[in-house]
């Protein structure tokens, strides 16, 4: 009986363990089967954004992403948790893409056979420094991609970094996969004048010096997602239909006819992108920088551009625009004495200089003039200065997340602003916009100088060089600091219905190459000459009524002919109606520099020029055309915002003036060091106490308890 | 002093406040499994063996509780002991967010999954503690069991591992590995399905990739 019962009670547990393993299984399965994740991150750090999950929804093909890397095991230790942020970051494409998208991992390094192949796609494994225990080591990462779309189109990313962050590897993935899935690519019209002075600068291994610039690197750039095409606006040609945003870079030599094809294609609703400059600056073989005017408007022109952007809004002079606070110059390399020799130096050059994002009214310089008790008229002004860059734009708004908060570099920029009267801005009806990128407060317009060459004649010696540069900035500070402090605009966008510049004037007609002189015979013989702005306003010689009986005379045939096409040719040159005020939205930017995207600038082919990268100019370029509403499936993706987590003890606008940094840092860390101590001995000073608190409790319940049975 | 020995080595090692480095408490959390599984062993092996060798085990089962009954209020007095300390350990996150704007869904979430990897662990030092009289036995058996599940779940461990077992031993490991899942919630790490298990079958885990042979690769056309 008791043996029966034991057995029972055996069956039952046994039972139930399976069961419960049983349901545990299940779990299991089903937990593996339908996945749920979740990124609590409030920044969204693994989360892929909008821009790339619109890419991949609209995917009508598949994507086979083939990734040639180092496995993890060959990785050095620094990077290899890093690389899991890559694969994470690819898993994340396998699933958004719904099948559309693939993975395949390739080690080119166990098998000849992937490494050849790779190397013929053009991805090459980089050396690596790996600091062991003892000794450095170089070791081998390949890291490279093949991005195959539909069996047929290819992209390859021949090696790319290690990021802990998945909007790196979005960066690199999303556009060619949109540019590979894209069946159509948006047409941008580009009416681009090249420099007539010389850049690059052959002195420190430079290409080109001396040679005149073109914009065509920044085309390359964008040519992978858009079809960037020349617009002829010469023989009074208009700007094409199928063009609907046109980038104006450098306008040099405007006739009315070209600037009335550029009113037109506002009032038709289209996006102009105007680079100006209002001078150039040549970088010749010695480097002079003496100044060559821009001039906008041809020679023979009556009306002229400032006035045609003054209409829609625009403001601009002929003014050179300079930056004299040091932290936003760009840097000129160059050949000073040092305590070793002849060494390379930097100077901060006060005319190529970027917009920052620093809201400049709440800058350490305001605060410390409000705490040395300033004027108050002076302190309100101070006040009102405007953060250098419109974080509220879409497009700007990555400038202020990475690259320390800079733009792009703007070389001898011009100024540019809205119309304003009495500090407001007074825009046509129907239009909005706003400066989009300013200077510091301790920036200046003057004319442009006939040379803002620092370093002094290239045949000096090094001692003539340091002088001119001392010679510079004292005529330069002198300058500024005569001035008061004000900022100026170097980008300003608008959009609305602008209003046409040649509403009430003349319409400029079309100039047609000039027919061969015929030579002098019967007067009455010569055709009727059409009117050039108005082709059918007068019948043309063919279109005489005639009264001819009788079979068509052959002669007369090819007459009738020839006079079809002519009119047809006629119909075909003649002007759309003239349009006074834009019927539907349009956008108009202004940016005060060209030379941000001239080609030896963003081919980083400006030698001495020092930190500066033209994969920024590049990169805004780029950025702004998407902007521009071309591509907006991708801004999301430049725009994506990390927030800054790092500890910090001491306010950086309390710091003054003349405190040591040194001694600063030495208080943070004695600072951090007595917190961290509290912060962890603090609890385990709880425990003890509580143990304590419990053991006199317990201490003095037993001396009752004994005290209450009668002992001691 | 179980408690007192467990805040000062997780706060020595894993808490940080160096100006100017990330406001981040990833060290800590990946540092919270090994130490559970050093430290929960101590805990656990009282809960049954004690009971056992004092004999009061038999008095505890005439008490008017059921076995469940006993079996959860002893799981929850360890478990609860944990929480407690886990609570403890909330300054360091406060301190954080007050000097380096702390990000603090990761780090909740890091504090729940420590709870259930708290109540897991809990529950297998209750299993050796069950299992034998000697405290030391149920301690070393526990200590041994846990640690070899943690660090069998650590890729670099695995990525080791990797050189001299096969790769599906590497995927079970990684299957049954508390940490594989731990991590996966703290850090995003390698997250173990069912398709990452077939993956490994098939020779292609995903943490440790192997060189395929050129020829299986997709020629020109889409797999």
Redesign the interface.
Known sequence: MTHNRQNGYVLIAVTRVLLLLWLLALVVFFASRWRMRSDVTSDGLYTLTGSTQKVLSGLKDRVLIEAYLTPDDKLPEAVRDVRRMLKNCLDEYVQLGKGKVDVEYLDPQSDNAIKEKAERLGIKGQQLRESGAKAFSIVEIWQGMRIRYGGSKQKVIPFFGFSPATSYYEGLLTPPIKELSVETKPKIGVLAFPTEAGGGNPMMGGRGGGQPQRFDKVREVAKGRYELTDVDLNEGKLVPDDVKTLLLIRPKNLTDRQKYALDQFVMRGGKLVVFCDTVEYQIGKQRDLNSNPVGYDAPDSRLKFVDMLAQWGVRTDEKLVSDGLSGVQEQFGYVTQGYFGNQLAMLPYPYCFHAVDKDWGEADFVKLLAEDGADEAKLKAYRSFKPGIDKDNAFLKSYAQGLNGRGPGMFWPCRVELEERDGKPTLPEGVTGSVLMRTSPVAMTEPPPPSVNPFGSPYGTLRDRETAIRRFFNEYSARINSENRQQFGLMVGLSGTFPSFFKGKAIPPRKKPEEPKKEAGDPLAEPIKSDPHNADSQPTSASQPTSVQGPPNPADQAAKDAAEAKKKEDEKDKDPAFLEVAPKTAQLVVIGDSDLIRDDLIGDDYAQEGPYSGQVGARFFSGLLDWLGEDQDLMELTNKKVTTRVLTYTSQTGLKSNQDLEEVQRAEDRKASRLRLAVILGPIVLVLGAWALIGLSRASAKKAFLASVGGR | VF??LF??VI??LT??????????MQLFFTFVPVLFAIFLPALAMRLWAEERKLGTLELLMTFPVTVPQLILGKFLAAFLLLLLLLV??L??PI??SI????????V??GYVGAMLLASAYVAVGMLFSSLTREQIVACLLALGTLFFLTIIGH??IQ?KM??ALPDWVIAFFSAISPFTYFSSITT????L???D?LRALRG?H??????????Q??Q????
């Open positions: 408690g007192v805040l000062l706060g020595y808490y940080s406040l160096d100006p100017n480095t990330a406001a981040t403890l350990t300054p360091y301190v954080l000097y380096g704007n702390l990000d603090w869904g990761p909740i979430l890729p670099a990525i990797g050189e995003r790490g390698p997250r399905a069912r398709r298990l292609d995903p943490l440790r990739e192997r060189a395929r042979p050129a020829g690769e997709a020109g056309v889409m797999p």
